[in-house]
C-alpha cells in the first residue's frame, strides 16, 4: 500500500521538474529585450563594496540591491517627492530593472532561463511625507512584466527610507527562480 501512495507522488515530482526552457516561453526572452531598445552592459560592483550581484542557493537567484546607475556612471539621485517626481522616480526604478538583467544575464547566461520573478523588495528615497512608493517601484515591476509576461508578475514590498547609498532615488533587491542546470 505504502508503495501505491509514494510512486506517483514521485511520478509526479518528476513530471513538474522536468520542465525544459523550451516550454517556458512561446519567444525569445533576449530578443524581446532587444525589441524594447534595451542594451545590457556588463555589471560593475561599485567601488568600495565586498558583496556579490548575484549569488545562487538551489534555482533560486538573489539579486543584490541595486540602483539607478546608468552605463555612464551617471546616477540618479534626489528624494522623490522633493528633488524628484513620479515620473522620475518610476524611470530611475525602470533603470534599476535593467541593472538587474545584466546582473542576472552575467549569473545565468540566458535569460530565457527565468522561471519567475519571484520577489521584489523596493526602497524608495523619499520625505516622510511621501507615500507614493508603489507607483515609483512600479518602474521596476512593469519592466520585469514587459521581458518575462506572466512570469514576471511577482510579489513586492515597496518602502520609503531616509536616505539611501549615494543619495539613489531607490534601491531594488530581487529573488528570481531559474531552471536549475
Known amino acids: 500500500m505504502k508503495q501505491l501512495i509514494y510512486l506517483p507522488m ?5 513530471v513538474f521538474s522536468a520542465q525544459s526552457q523550451d516550454e517556458l516561453y512561446d519567444y525569445d526572452v533576449e530578443k524581446r529585450i532587444e525589441e524594447l531598445g534595451i542594451d545590457l552592459q556588463p ?4 567601488p568600495g563594496l ?7 542557493s538551489g534555482n ?5 540591491g541595486n540602483g539607478p546607475i546608468a552605463p555612464d556612471g551617471e546616477r540618479t539621485a534626489g528624494k522623490v517627492g522633493k ?18 538583467l545584466a546582473v ?8 530565457n532561463k527565468v522561471v519567475k520573478i519571484v520577489k521584489v523588495l523596493g526602497l524608495v528615497n523619499a520625505p516622510s511625507d511621501f507615500t507614493d512608493h508603489p507607483k515609483v517601484i ?10 518575462f509576461g506572466e512570469r514576471g508578475r511577482h510579489a513586492r514590498s515597496a518602502m520609503g527610507m531616509g536616505s ?6 531607490c534601491e531594488v533587491e530581487t529573488i528570481v527562480e531559474v531552471i536549475k542546470d
Not at 565586498?50 to 545562487?56: F, G, K, N, P, V
Not at 533560486?60 to 543584490?64: A, E, Q, R
Not at 542576472?104 to 535569460?111: M, Y
Request: charged content about 15%.
Open 10 to 14: 514521485f511520478f509526479l515530482f518528476i
Open 43 to 46: 555589471p560593475k560592483i561599485p
Open 50 to 56: 565586498s558583496i556579490e550581484l548575484a549569488t545562487q
Open 60 to 64: 533560486l537567484i538573489y539579486l543584490s
Open 83 to 100: 528633488d524628484l517626481s513620479i515620473e522620475e522616480g518610476y524611470q530611475a526604478a525602470r533603470l534599476t530593472a535593467i541593472n538587474h
Open 104 to 111: 542576472l544575464k552575467a549569473k545565468i547566461g540566458d535569460l
Open 138 to 147: 512600479n518602474g521596476y515591476s512593469d519592466l520585469m512584466i514587459e521581458v
Open 164 to 169: 539611501l547609498p549615494w543619495n539613489l532615488a
